[in-house]
């Protein structure tokens, strides 16, 4: 298969008016034989939102684990909010007001929800009382208010996706990393978690979402970045990106990605 024309030098298709806050240059990292991310640009502005699609191991994770300090990058630049996030620690960079959720979640199962949370709002509030109650507004938020003094490891698995991002949204972030927030989900508990973003991004917070479930995809972002290969193949609105014929080669002619539900 021939690889498409790169076209990272093309202007992101940012809207007037909307200052930058996420800003990808030439961002690469390799492991051993594999070229997980290369040269990607990419911009997430002020209050956006933004979807990364692509094929499974096109690299979306590898992207958001360089953004967030948890991978150093071989080669690029990532700024946020006008800093440089070069050789940051992932506290820092979350400290600057970039969060995100893990694919593979790991809540601490034995603590109950609302502790889960305290862990991120404790980085904001010293002050233990005033942790819980950040903590409890934000659980009232996505819907689990009821489970707050339940042991984590009793929810469900949608349960489970709205405490992830929960935690994130604890550390009252600027913009929101989401890794597929809403696999393995049913439709309604997926139009859920779409309505939370959606609410989530009202309050002036920005989104940057990686998911396989277009339709969700297709209804929230106001722009999307494909990935395959670790390299970006396309760039734009919605509606332009799924008409695209590389795109539809790379990922949305996929029969899993076709069939996918919601
Ligand atoms: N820590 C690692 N060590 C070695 N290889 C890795 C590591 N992390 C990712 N990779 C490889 O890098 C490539 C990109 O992986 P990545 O997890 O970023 O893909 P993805 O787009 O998130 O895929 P998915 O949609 O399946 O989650 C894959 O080939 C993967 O096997
Ligand atoms: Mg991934």
């Given at each position: 298969m021939t690889a498409p024309a790169p076209?990272?030098?093309?202007?992101?298709?940012?809207?007037?008016?909307?200052?930058?806050?996420?800003?990808?240059?030439?961002?690469?990292?390799?492991?051993?034989?594999?070229?997980a991310v290369k040269d990607l640009d990419f911009t997430v502005a002020?209050?956006?939102?933004?979807?990364?699609?692509?094929?499974?191991?096109?690299?979306?994770?590898?992207?958001?684990?360089?953004i967030s300090g948890f991978l150093t990058s071989d080669a690029g630049r990532v700024t946020f909010a006008g800093r440089d996030l070069r050789g940051l620690a992932p506290h820092q960079v979350n400290a600057l007001g970039l969060a995100r959720t893990f694919q593979i979640m790991r809540p601490?199962?034995?603590?109950?929800?609302?502790?889960?949370?305290?862990?991120?709002?404790?980085?904001?509030h010293a002050d233990v009382a005033e942790a819980e109650r950040r903590a409890?507004?934000?659980?009232?938020?996505?819907?689990?208010?009821?489970?707050?003094?339940?042991?984590?490891?009793?929810?469900?698995?949608?349960?489970?996706?709205?405490?992830?991002?929960a935690r994130a949204l604890g550390t009252e972030p600027r913009l929101l990393l989401l890794d597929?927030?809403?696999?393995?989900?049913?439709?309604?508990?997926?139009e859920r978690i779409v309505e939370l973003v959606r609410a989530i991004?009202?309050?002036?917070?920005?989104?940057?979402?990686i998911e396989h479930v277009m339709r969700a995809v297709m209804s929230l972002a106001q722009r999307i970045v494909v990935l395959n290969y670790g390299e970006r193949i396309a760039e734009g609105r919605p509606e332009s990106v799924a008409n695209d014929p590389r795109v539809i080669e790379a990922y949305l002619g996929d029969e899993e990605v076709a069939r996918a539900p919601a």
């Open positions: 076209i990272s030098n093309r202007p992101p298709t940012r809207q007037a008016g909307q200052a930058l806050l996420l800003d990808v240059v030439g961002l690469s990292k390799r492991f051993g034989g594999v070229q002020e209050g956006e939102i933004v979807a990364l699609i692509g094929p499974n191991g096109a690299g979306k994770t590898t992207a958001f684990a360089l601490f199962p034995r603590l109950t929800v609302v502790r889960n949370v305290m862990i991120a709002t404790l980085g904001r409890r507004a934000v659980l009232d938020e996505l819907g689990l208010g009821a489970k707050a003094d339940r042991p984590a490891g009793g929810l469900t698995l949608a349960e489970r996706k709205r405490l992830e991002l597929e927030v809403m696999s393995g989900l049913t439709d309604a508990e997926t991004n009202r309050r002036g917070i920005a989104i940057l979402l």
